[in-house]
């Protein structure tokens, strides 16, 4: 069984910038498929950007398109998010997510998602 432990989060201004880390263990990630999601208060939980395993495909929601970067280190079993221009609405709890089959490309969608870490939070104030 996989588990997944996020990192990096904190606080900082609006404009700023963050990057977010997933590491796995207990099984190899990198032949899975895997996501970045977010949840604010009193918010489902919605869909930031995923990766493929093999890292060759990416897709982000529109709301960070241009401002984020998902990538993976497969030789580390760890994904990474570089968030860049963090705005107030960044703000949010961030999971990470690992999809349920192996050499799938991405998903926008929480049920193609079988393992998820503890969530790191993310605050930007303006």
């Known amino acids: 069984q996989v588990q997944l432990v996020e990192s990096g989060g904190g606080l900082v201004q609006a404009g700023g910038s963050l990057r977010l880390s997933c590491a796995g263990s207990?099984?190899?990630?990198?032949?899975?498929?895997m996501g970045w999601f977010r949840q604010a208060p009193g918010k489902e939980r919605e869909f930031v950007a995923a990766i493929s395993w093999n890292g060759g495909s990416t897709d982000y929601s529109d709301s960070v398109k241009g401002r984020f970067t998902i990538s993976r280190d497969n030789a580390k079993n760890t994904m990474f998010l570089q968030m860049n221009s963090l705005k107030p609405e960044d703000t949010a709890v961030y999971y990470c997510?690992?999809?349920?089959?192996?050499?799938?490309?991405?998903?926008?969608?929480?049920?193609?998602?079988?393992?998820w870490g503890q969530g790191t939070q993310v605050t930007v104030s303006s």
């Open positions: 997510t690992a999809s349920r089959t192996s050499l799938g490309s991405t998903s926008r969608f929480t049920d193609n998602y079988a393992t």
């Open positions: 207990g099984r190899a990630l990198r032949f899975y498929g």
